[in-house]
């Protein structure tokens, strides 16, 4: 989607200026993807307009292939506003650290997505070699023909391709629509990533034992606990869990995309679920100490020092807007200055 993102905090009537960015979680995913090395491939639709023209030009730029996103002549490339609470004691301010997102995708480009993606000869290519294909709860609730699309992606079943799937439960965006079809969707996945407190609302727990017993089918589920863990559940039942790293957060959207991204890289690379989980809260810790729905990667070589640090030395890590403070980095500089 375009995103319009405040020049200032507090609530939006107290907001003059905009500035126009990016966004969306699938192309928050691809492009932090590209950014840690796996070549990445979004498909989705924009309108022919100046958003759509801008979202597809940021992502090519990031290393994003864009070859099969279609353009649509009628229908307005997809958009949200994002409001970022404030200290301030406007009765409407959200308060500090807080964030909300006013979405405007009825009648979108992307809306129109459906099942004839799949006869798209770019699209299909594409799908065909991907060792990954990543899909995500916000889709499902765009129209009935996203989600006919959501449901013939999933059933097509192919050796040596993996399906992840993040819940990206959105509210908003489910007003007027039925989110029961979403637990037979996660079921259909190899790989599932969902936060605790989603969890919650969409499925009715979010402990990681027992969702996996309400999701048996997925080889790997993923619960994010906001800032305190990260679980991966196998489906034989083992378990493993990595704290969160300690953060100073600027602004927390995007964070999830983030963890999602670096979670799945790190799989593409057959890295244990430890380090996987790692790159996952690395990557989400970029996000949120950013304006913006996504920040700038430690170096490769801070990363693979952190992936390979004691539960001591991971503990005692700090990241706060100017870079990384760990034992494993012996250069104690902002790591983002360097």
Known sequence: MAVLLPDRTGPLE?????RHTIGGAESNVACTLAALGT???WISRVGDDGFG???????????????????DPQRPTGLYVKEIGSPGTHPRDLGPGRSRLHYYRTGSAAAALGPALLDDPAAAALIAGAELLHLSGISA??????????????????????????????????????????????????????????????LGTGDPAALRALLPSPA??????????????????????????????????????????????????GL???????????????????????????????VAALLDA?????????????????????????????
Do not use: M
Not at 315 to 327: C, K, L, W
């Open 272 to 302: 244990d679920q430890r380090r996987r989980l790692r790159l996952g809260h690395l990557c989400a810790a970029a996000a949120l100490t950013a304006h913006g729905d996504r920040g700038p990667l430690p170096p490769a070589g801070d």
């Open 14 to 18: 107290t907001v003059e200026t905009f």
């Open 141 to 202: 609730a765009l129209s009935d023909s996203c989600l006919a699309l959501l449901r013939a992606l999933l059933a097509d079943r192919r050796s040596g391709r993996t399906v992840s799937f993040d819940l990206n439960w959105r509210p908003t965006l489910w007003h007027g629509r039925d989110s029961s079809v979403l637990p037979a969707l996660l079921d259909a996945a190899d790989v599932v990533l969902l936060g605790a407190d989603e969890a919650e609302a969409v």
């Open 39 to 41: 070549p990445t491939a």
């Open 310 to 338: 004691t539960p001591a030395q991971w503990a005692a890590t700090r990241v706060d807007a100017s870079g990384i403070v760990s034992p494993v980095l012996t250069d104690t500089r902002p790591r983002r200055d360097r």
């Open 220 to 269: 790997t589920l993923v619960v994010k606990d906001a800032d305190r863990r990260a679980t991966a559940v196998g489906a034989s039942g083992r378990t493993v869990t990595e704290p969160a790293l300690a953060v100073a957060v600027v602004e927390p959207t995007g964070a999830g995309d983030a963890f999602a991204a670096g979670y799945l890289h790190a799989t593409l690379r």
């Open 53 to 71: 023209r801008r979202l597809t030009g940021e992502l090519a730029a990031h290393g994003v292939d864009t070859s099969a996103v279609a353009v």
